[in-house]
């Protein structure tokens, strides 16, 4: 079992940034490739970004390349999306998920551990 913890989020004007944060705990973390996803309200669950275990590449949706950064610090257990010129939509649920593979993943439905979310707000 892995648990994810996710962090950081927050009420942030248009423009603005947050920094997410998700601690994992129970297995071998550098295992694990991890996602962002997100969620707004009557919307499907929709992937933001993605990493391999060891941090050397990423993938990023196309509605958030350019402002949002993923990374991850592999001695720490945690995995990290740094969102910058945040806009209207993209208040959401957001998520952070595991998946024991050395490849990238998009598909939600692909992943093994998932963490109980952090709310995101930007007004206009």
């Known amino acids: 079992q892995v648990q994810l913890v996710e962090s950081g989020g927050g009420l942030v004007q248009a423009g603005g940034s947050l920094r997410l944060s998700c601690a994992a705990s129970?297995?071998?973390?550098?295992?694990?490739?991890m996602g962002w996803f997100r969620q707004a309200p009557g919307k499907e669950r929709e992937f933001v970004a993605a990493?391999?275990?060891?941090?050397?590449?990423?993938d990023y949706a196309d509605s958030v390349k350019g402002r949002f950064t993923i990374g991850r610090d592999n001695a720490k257990n945690t995995v990290y999306l740094q969102m910058n010129s945040l806009k209207p939509v993209d208040t959401a649920v957001y998520y952070c998920?595991?998946?024991?593979?050395?490849?990238?993943?998009?598909?939600?439905?692909?992943?093994?551990?998932w963490g109980q979310g952090t709310q995101v707000t930007v007004s206009s």
């Open positions: 998920a595991a998946k024991y593979t050395v490849l990238l993943y998009r598909a939600a439905n692909g992943y093994d551990y």
């Open positions: 129970g297995r071998t973390f550098s295992n694990y490739g």
């Open positions: 990493i391999t275990r060891s941090g050397g590449t990423t």
